[in-house]
């Protein structure tokens, strides 16, 4: 796996709700998730309680590597990640702009 074998075992935040990726992420990391989606807020998915974005700055500090939502760039949000930390933007939304920009990107569909 990508992650592991990059960063060893992180913490990581993840910020926007992607259900195959959070459930691949939870049997391997200990993995905060935050989105936007009221029908995803306050649930449990795969072991981990899916929170509001009123928790995405404590999962962001907590975190060893973010994986953040490509949607971020559409959606006024992309401005609150430039961190100090890793961060993997995923899905085909950022993918033009993350080459242009030079981001760490993930996505299976985007090349």
Partial sequence: MYIERNYGHPRVAFIGFQPRMV???SQNFELRVADMARDNIGQEKFGVMIQGPDKTPEHLN???????????????????????KPVIF???TISGVAKLLGLNHFCHYGH
């Fill in 23 to 25: 459930e691949t992420l």
């Fill in 62 to 84: 907590w975190c060893d590597i973010a994986l953040i939502t490509g949607t971020t760039i559409v959606n006024d949000t992309f401005s609150q990640f430039g961190m100090s």
């Fill in 90 to 92: 995923y899905g085909v």
